[in-house]
């Protein structure tokens, strides 16, 4: 099949080569060995463009060919500071500093290669720059850590983007303007965006519609793209594939292009800021409208453009003006097509539920990275794909753990996506011949808790399609035995895999290091792996993998559990460290412990003094002279897990107690429940974690990667 598939492929390149008829559509669902343009290269297409449709198809049969993935942000990640420190990389210095790889913008757009790229810059003639990314301080400059100071929500996002609405605080420090801009796909190659904005105090705001190419993954290739002005409304982006064209319906105050391949990005604000104009000329790969807008207080403007593909200029053109004269009735069939989105499958915590599975959606983003910025992975990986992340500011790039969590959650919202993106992961583009899943980019060698087969086996429940099934089931049996080699070196099976994301919970060190939460989801690896191997009909298997499950079980109640204070602790060779944390909550979630050991861990976990609070459980029991309940005083202040309540924990514990101990598995729900739903109605953000003893969402403030959970939690209890 795989086979015939490639050669399928290659037939179609041949002819659209040929033909000279190529362009940016891609299937839907993206096969995880796709072909891929070269580094450096605008990406060819390798199939036609479809007919122009009469009337707007409807929202579920549109590809995901555009959306919005466009980081919020890639200054700081380790791929824009080679050799130096990119926690500490200041906004002043990355927004000058042209990109090794990716891009970023607000409110971006771009296609499933991140071909182009559009988004806004914005300037009130008060700001010294203008704002083209969002503003936030460095890891350094933060109180608690590197933040986002820029103040924004992602409201309706549907599984094929055919409606995607982000509201938009402007400046950063006194908002004066609330911008609203909202994307609604006409059909599969044309888009509509309306900008609104509204003034709460009289001003000038200068609106930037700033459409780019995504320059080579390495400096010194050649990019294809370049931008034609064809009119004062009108810019062509020409690429090797066809036309990408832009077209707004407001008279433009002055326009510019540019180039981003001279080492610099800043062409158009040292344009306005200097001059109070751009510069009404220019050639290369880069280019803006200023849309100057006079308000009064009160008042509120709203701009309308077009987005066009298509394989020439003209018909990309005519595309764009028929979107703009449907414009009133694309935008109002597309957001009736949202609001009914999610909305009648949950009896109870309605808004919180649709807009936890949405901002999900809005987490989807082009990542890059090929390994070659640190010499010891160049040529492992090679991974450029649209994935979901963590979120799109403070994590745009994947984390594993996160994605499993993430997986589950997009069975809810789009379970084609969860399957590519655990497909991706365990692929060859990802997971290298070792075995080995690269956790995230920081720390390519590091580990995160081994949750693939939990994730694959939730993605399974969900629609029984025993095909993904099989065709993940290899590789993670080769993830498996690279975690028992790598994280079991005495062969013992109890096992050490450092923080295992857990950034701050005290750790034991020194010599014979056996760890109870890594241990714990070794075993919970095991016992998925072997009702996987027995679903798809593998009794040896079954019984091979239920095998070590039991010996991993026998020996962390040997030698990790202590009778004295009925818990389960990490120890080393000086023996165990009493330190009564998350880690020692793992063995339960696993099905370690016989049933007198549950209920003596349900007492602490139970306990409003140790783990228990009206938020959710805590990270660490509050009787520890080390239990800080939001952020932490000291080292990793900004990933504190001493304390405070993370959703994804806690909702493995739920999904646990739901069998040991229902009252209180349901009670726990409804605390995680009310906790993130009141951050939702009060501030319209998902947080990474939650003050222990206020409820405070703190950390990322988007980061429905595993904080999405909560709607997990709403449909097992209250789903239709």
């Given at each position: 099949m795989r086979l015939r598939w490639f050669i399928q492929v290659a037939l179609a390149v041949l002819l659209v080569g040929l033909l000279v008829a190529c362009g940016l559509n891609k299937p839907t669902a993206q096969p995880t060995t796709a072909p891929q343009p070269a580094p450096g290269a605008t990406a060819p297409a390798t199939q036609s463009f479809e007919p122009w449709p009469e009337t707007p198809p409807p929202m579920a049969s549109l590809s995901k060919l555009w959306g919005p993935y466009l980081a919020e942000r890639e200054w700081g990640n380790p791929r824009e500071a080679v050799g130096g420190d990119g926690w500490g990389m200041t906004y002043e210095l990355a927004k000058n500093t042209r990109y090794q790889a990716g891009e970023?913008?607000?409110?971006?757009?771009?296609?499933?290669?991140?071909?182009?790229?559009?988004?806004f810059g914005f300037w009130d003639e008060q700001q010294r720059y203008v704002t083209e990314r969002l503003f936030g301080f460095s890891n350094a400059q933060g109180k608690y850590g590197e933040t986002v100071l820029e103040q924004r929500v992602f409201w309706e996002n549907t599984p094929t983007h055919s409606y995607a609405r982000y509201e938009y605080f402007y400046p950063f420090d006194k908002p004066n303007f609330d911008v609203e801009i909202t994307y609604a796909k006409r059909d599969n190659q044309t888009a509509i965006v309306q900008v609104s904005v509204k003034a709460t105090q009289a001003g000038v705001l200068h609106v930037l519609p700033?459409?780019?190419?995504?320059?080579?993954?390495?400096?010194?290739?050649r990019n294809d793209g370049s931008v034609q002005h064809l009119a004062d409304d009108t810019f062509d982006l020409a690429y090797n594939g066809g036309h990408w064209l832009v077209k707004t319906a407001t008279a433009p105050t002055s326009w510019q292009i540019s180039t981003n391949a001279t080492g610099r990005k800043d062409d158009f604000d040292q344009a306005l800021v200097r001059d109070k104009k751009l510069a009404n000329a220019g050639d290369g790969n880069r280019a803006a409208w200023?849309?100057?807008?006079?308000?009064?207080?009160?008042?509120?403007?709203?701009?309308?453009?077009?987005?066009?593909?298509?394989?020439?200029?003209?018909?990309?053109?005519?595309?764009?003006?028929?979107?703009?004269?449907q414009f009133d009735s694309i935008i109002s069939?597309?957001?009736?097509?949202?609001?009914?989105?999610?909305?009648?499958?949950?009896?109870?915590?309605?808004?919180?539920?649709?807009?936890a599975l949405m901002n999900l959606l809005a987490n989807k983003m082009y990542y890059q990275y090929n390994g070659s910025y640190e010499k010891n992975w160049e040529g492992k990986v090679d991974l450029?794909?649209?994935?979901?992340?963590?979120?799109?500011?403070?994590?745009?790039?994947?984390?594993?753990?996160?994605?499993?969590?993430?997986?589950?959650?997009?069975?809810?919202?789009?379970?084609?996506?969860?399957?590519?993106?655990?497909?991706?992961?365990?692929?060859?583009?990802?997971?290298?011949?070792?075995?080995?899943?690269?956790n995230v980019e920081w720390g390519l060698t590091d580990e995160t808790p081994p949750l693939f087969a939990w994730a694959a086996w939730e993605v399974y429940?969900?629609?029984?399609?025993?095909?993904?099934?099989?065709?993940?089931?290899p590789r993670l049996e080769l993830h498996y035995q690279y975690c028992r080699r790598a994280l079991d070196m005495d062969n013992d099976h109890l096992y050490k895999g450092g923080f295992m994301g857990m950034d701050n919970v005290p750790r034991p060190s020194g010599a014979d290091v056996e760890q109870a939460d890594t241990s714990g989801w070794m075993a919970l690896f095991a016992q998925r792996l072997s009702?996987?191997?027995?679903?798809?009909?593998?009794?040896?298997?079954?019984?091979?993998?239920?095998?070590?499950?039991?010996?991993?079980?026998?020996?962390?109640?040997?030698?990790?559990?202590?009778?004295?204070?009925?818990?389960?602790?990490?120890?080393?060779?000086?023996?165990?460290?009493?330190?009564?944390?998350?880690?020692?909550?793992?063995?339960?979630?696993?099905?370690?412990?016989?049933a007198a050991r549950v209920q003596r861990i349900l007492a602490h976990l139970s306990n409003p003094d140790?783990?228990?609070?009206?938020?959710?459980?805590?990270?660490?029991?509050?009787?520890?002279?080390?239990?800080?309940?939001?952020?932490?005083?000291?080292?990793?202040?900004?990933?504190?897990?001493?304390?405070?309540?993370?959703?994804?924990?806690?909702?493995?514990?739920?999904?646990?107690l739901s069998k040991q101990d229902p009252a209180l598995a349901e009670k726990l729900r409804q605390n995680l429940v009310t906790t993130v739903e009141r951050e939702w109605q009060a501030r319209h953000h998902f947080y990474e974690y939650y003050q222990a003893e206020t409820g405070e969402g703190l950390g990322a403030d988007h980061q429905t990667g595993w904080t999405a959970l909560v709607a997990n939690l709403i449909r097992e209890r209250w789903g239709r």
């Open positions: 970023d913008g607000i409110a971006g757009w771009t296609d499933l290669e991140e071909t182009v790229c559009f988004a700033t459409a780019w190419f995504r320059p080579p993954l390495r400096s010194g290739l200023d849309l100057a807008l006079t308000l009064q207080a009160g008042e509120t403007r709203t701009l309308h453009l077009a987005l066009a593909n298509a394989p020439d200029a003209e018909q990309a053109r005519a595309h764009a003006d028929a979107a703009l004269a069939t597309r957001r009736q097509e949202a609001d009914a989105l999610y909305r009648n499958q949950v009896s109870e915590h309605k808004e919180v539920y649709r807009y450029h794909d649209v994935l979901l992340v963590p979120d799109k500011w403070e994590f745009p790039w994947p984390a594993m753990w996160d994605a499993c969590f993430q997986a589950n959650v997009a069975t809810l919202a789009d379970i084609e996506q969860a399957k590519h993106d655990l497909l991706v992961y365990l692929s060859p583009r990802w997971q290298t011949i070792t075995g080995h899943v690269p429940k969900a629609d029984g399609d025993k095909a993904f099934l099989t065709e993940i089931f009702g996987i191997a027995q679903e798809l009909g593998g009794t040896a298997k079954a019984s091979q993998y239920q095998a070590e499950y039991a010996t991993t079980v026998e020996k962390i109640n040997a030698e990790l559990w202590n009778e004295q204070d009925g818990f389960y602790y990490d120890r080393d060779r000086d023996g165990q460290l009493r330190i009564k944390s998350y880690s020692g909550l793992i063995p339960l979630i696993a099905g370690v412990p016989d140790e783990f228990w609070s009206d938020q959710g459980v805590r990270s660490l029991s509050k009787d520890d002279k080390l239990y800080e309940p939001g952020y932490s005083t000291s080292g990793w202040k900004n990933s504190n897990w001493r304390g405070p309540v993370w959703i994804p924990i806690n909702y493995l514990l739920v999904q646990t």
